[in-house]
């Protein structure tokens, strides 16, 4: 999902990218310049300046990083969703995150970063993931509210990535965009279905949208005046709408879904400004914003615990994959029957550290 507005400084732990394709050269600066003020697109193989590929990096793996996290949330209810229906809708979106993580950590890969390097600095709490995800799923209808307003702030954060200047990202945001329309479809029926329910139903729609209302705006990142990165991240073409837009243009589109369904936005101070022709709002706690994003929300450690337990129990999968791999990747290099079942035999002695 969740991208520039999260990316926050970290350790990056990256590896040193290819050497000589990327120093400091005037030349190859003003021709790098020259694309990025033509709006073309800057390819993996391109000469690009080394704060250039270590911003691209810092956001795509953050961002990899929200995609994997993210199915945690919803991932505890796919066991408890109310009928099969949803049960299955439920198991798509999750599956669609790890696909979206999986675009993006190759995406970053093309940066001369390893994924070992990405994930080691995520399970050790080097690297950073949206905040959003820091925060506890109590009842059926977080879910949807989760596909409403957490997959509408990532389409609304996403969409102007499509235009990003790096190549690999902005076509993986294509479809990642395409996908996310639907999560944020099924939440908002879901929604509908219950408020069209028991009072009981409305209730928890109305107590889940009161709960993540101001975690969502929080998402489109500190306002413009605490951004500092961002003049530069919009120079090179990576970041093309300011937080404070992007946030504003949450507001607008989602305040007449809240007509629709029924339910309140949790702010007092939320009108329409004839003026602006925007709605004004009040003001988000950017305190509680940083002190989650620095480890102290209610469920960060619950959700890194998790997520490392998920990595060593799928070990396995992985060797298997690696196994398969290796296994077709001998059958391409040899022709006969005699040769594919020797180099059969000779992969399924392979042990999983050797495939490794
Ligand atoms: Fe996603
Ligand atoms: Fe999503």
């Not at 798509?92 to 390893?114: C, F, N, R």
């Not at 404070?244 to 989602?254: E, G, H, N, S, V």
Request: charged share 25%; aromatic share 8%.
């Amino acid at each position: 999902m969740y991208t520039q507005s999260f990316n926050v400084q970290e350790a990056s732990g990256q590896k040193k990218a290819p050497t000589a394709a990327s120093l400091e050269n005037p030349e190859f600066q003003a021709r790098f310049d020259r694309k990025i003020d033509a709006d073309g697109k800057i390819e993996p193989q391109d000469w690009m300046p080394e704060a250039y590929r270590r911003a691209l990096v810092r956001q795509i793996s953050q961002h990899a990083h929200s995609e994997i996290v993210g199915m945690l949330p919803e991932g505890n209810w796919i066991s408890r969703a109310p009928s099969l229906k949803r049960k299955a809708i439920l198991i798509a979106k999750v599956q669609d995150e790890g696909g979206h993580g999986l675009y993006l950590y190759s995406a970053a890969e093309t940066l001369g970063t390893s994924r070992e390097q990405m994930l080691a600095d995520l399970h050790s709490g080097k690297a950073k993931y949206s905040s959003i995800f820091n925060y506890p799923t109590l009842n059926w209808a977080d879910v949807g509210v989760i596909g409403w307003l957490v997959d509408g702030a990532a389409i609304m954060n996403q969409i102007p990535l499509c235009r990003c200047s790096f190549g690999p990202y902005a076509r993986a945001m294509i479809r990642v965009c395409k996908e996310e329309s639907f999560h944020q479809r099924q939440g908002y029926e879901a929604l509908l279905v219950m408020m069209q329910g028991t009072d009981g139903q409305k209730a928890m729609v109305q107590d889940a949208t009161d709960r993540w209302w101001w975690k969502c705006l929080a998402m489109f990142g500190p306002p413009d005046t605490d951004s500092p990165h961002s003049a530069q991240a919009m120079r090179w073409g990576i970041k093309r709408i300011s937080n404070d837009d992007l946030r504003q243009k949450f507001i607008d589109a989602t305040v007449p879904q809240a007509r629709v369904l029924g339910v309140t936005l949790p702010d007092p101070e939320l009108k329409w400004n004839e003026e602006r022709q925007h709605h004004d709002y009040g003001q988000i706690d950017w305190d509680e914003f940083w002190s989650t994003v620095n480890g102290n929300g209610p469920c960060n450690k619950e959700r890194l615990a998790t997520r490392v337990k998920a990595h060593h129990e799928g070990q396995w999968v992985r060797d298997a994959a690696l196994a398969y791999a290796r296994k077709h990747q001998n059958v391409n290099l040899c022709g006969t029957d005699q040769e594919l079942r020797s180099n059969f035999a000779l992969s399924s002695t392979h042990s999983g550290k050797e495939a490794a």
